[in-house]
């Protein structure tokens, strides 16, 4: 996982949250999360942010993103 200091971390996962409430299906948040350059990686451990460019973890999503 990049190494990012937390408020960088609390930003992100501030970004995708209001982008999934904005967003009306989870194809679309994806969409729109790839505009800022950021995908969501689902694993047996959670959910976590990832960088396009770089196809590394940034931080995790905390409980259910999809609703």
């Given at each position: 996982?990049?190494?990012?200091?937390?408020?960088?971390?609390?930003?992100?996962?501030?970004?995708?949250?209001?982008?999934?409430?904005?967003?009306?299906?989870?194809?679309?948040?994806?969409h729109?999360?790839?505009?800022?350059?950021?995908?969501?990686?689902?694993?047996?451990?959670?959910?976590?942010?990832?960088?396009?460019?770089?196809?590394?973890?940034?931080?995790?999503?905390?409980?259910?993103?999809?609703?």
């Open positions: 996982m990049e190494n990012l200091n937390r408020e960088a971390k609390d930003k992100i996962r501030n970004l995708v949250q209001r982008e999934r409430e904005l967003a009306t299906s989870e194809r679309e948040w994806k729109r999360l790839r505009g800022y350059g950021y995908a969501i990686l689902e694993t047996e451990e959670g959910c976590f942010v990832t960088s396009i460019l770089r196809e590394a973890p940034l931080c995790s999503l905390p409980g259910p993103t999809v609703h």
